[in-house]
């Protein structure tokens, strides 16, 4: 199902940050470049898309785009000429210049089907295979020439980045003077999910709008409502989600999510073991299936690492757990203590930023499996 048509309207909760860009509309103070920024699923890309409708929109009444006009039509299919999109893309070849323009189609498929998902989930839709998405330099220019032209149809111009933290810096850096003098009715909304990983030059240029994690009760509202989800499962996938629609909507079908936990289980029972040959099958599974994965697979890691300390505190708050994770983890929890928790969260860490950084993956993964067969076994 369609979720959202870029209203403010469809928006999943934020009423305070939808109420104070409504307010900036209505009193003519839209500042030209400004950052939603906030956790994976929190629905800052719904929100600029619903507050693009909402600048473009030639009937708007005082709480939302009317959704009928000609411009609000076109926004529905993201089409509109004034509306203008940069994203990560990934290179074929090394020496292959592209933009998001190759593959705007695909863009706008993905997000009118749902607007909230993650990054990995993007990627997965472009087949990247190993190769790690980037905003290139060539990006910059096509930036450029687009808003140096006047608008089609509109007053404004409106440009969307998401996730402009993986920006090469050169293409970051030719962005600099536009973003601080921007064309007249030029609006850059860019939607962050790692605000440390931008160049503090394009912070200090932009106005910066926190989109906090939703509530569990708007994620459980949203599930009963818009996908049919009965009460009791709605509330157990609002809790486990962390407020994140994005996993919530992953949750309702768990076939992604049993897979990252089977990994789990599987080199935790191998690195207690330390039988190290079927740890190198399991690095060898693992490094099949391309870095977005892995990198997914390490981040859930480090969550269910993060629940089991919980559960092992016996605090009352650690209740994000599938049944087969809390069965599994009733056993396992007694393992993560505070004793070890810095070591094995730095072990998950370091190996996610060396995927990042393109290290060997096999490399990687078999220095964590090691690394938290010492930690653990102390």
């Known amino acids: 199902m369609q979720l959202v048509r ?22 003519g103070r839209i500042s030209h470049a400004q950052m939603l920024f ?16 909402y600048i473009l929109c030639t009937s708007r009444t005082p709480e939302d785009a009317c959704g009928h006009c000609i411009s609000c039509q076109k926004i529905s299919k993201l089409i509109h000429p004034d509306l203008h999109f940069v994203f990560p893309v990934f290179r074929e070849k090394t020496a292959e210049k592209v933009t998001s323009e190759k593959f705007l189609p695909l863009w706008r498929s993905f997000v009118l089907n749902n607007p909230y998902f993650s ?10 295979e190993n ?7 060539e990006e910059s220019a096509e930036i450029l020439r ?13 440009m969307i980045i998401w996730l402009p933290e993986r920006m090469h810096p050169a293409a970051a850096n030719k962005l600099l003077k536009i973003l601080e003098e921007p064309p007249d009715q030029t609006l850059f909304l ?26 569990d009760s708007d994620i459980e509202k949203t599930l009963q409502e818009k996908f049919s989800v009965e009460k009791t499962p709605s509330r157990r996938i609002a809790l486990q989600a962390g407020g994140n629609f994005a996993r919530a909507l992953s949750l309702i079908n768990l076939s992604g999510e049993d897979q990252q936990f089977e990994r789990f289980v599987t080199l935790m029972r191998l690195v207690w073991k330390k039988n190290i040959p079927e740890i190198i099958g399991w690095v060898d599974e693992l490094a099949s299936v391309g870095r977005e994965e892995q990198k997914e697979f390490l981040q859930y890691a480090l969550s269910l690492v993060r629940e089991n300390l ?20 009733r ?31 096999k490399l990687v993964l078999f220095d964590l499996a090691l690394s938290l067969s010492e930690i653990i076994r102390k």
């Open 190 to 215: 860019l939607v962050s999910e790692n605000t440390q990983a931008i160049l503090p030059t394009i912070l200090s240029r932009v106005q910066m709008i926190r989109v906090p994690r939703l509530p």
């Open 331 to 361: 056993k396992f929890s007694a393992f993560i203590h505070p004793g070890n928790i810095e070591q094995i969260h730095d072990a998950f860490s370091a190996a996610q930023a060396h995927i990042e950084a393109n290290a060997y993956d």
């Open 6 to 27: 870029m209203l403010f309207r469809d928006v999943i909760g934020q009423k305070p940050v939808i109420q104070n860009l409504i307010r900036s509309v209505q009193e």
């Open 131 to 137: 190769k790690q998405g980037m905003i290139y330099v």
């Open 146 to 158: 687009k808003l140096s032209l006047k608008p089609y149809e509109s007053d404004w111009k409106v």
């Open 38 to 53: 906030g956790p994976e699923g929190s629905g800052k890309l719904p929100l600029a898309l619903a507050y693009s409708r």
């Open 119 to 128: 990054y990995n989930q993007w990627m997965k839709a472009l087949d990247s």
């Open 310 to 329: 919980l559960l092992n505190l016996k605090l009352p708050f650690a209740h994000r757990l599938t049944e087969p994770e809390l069965d599994f983890s």
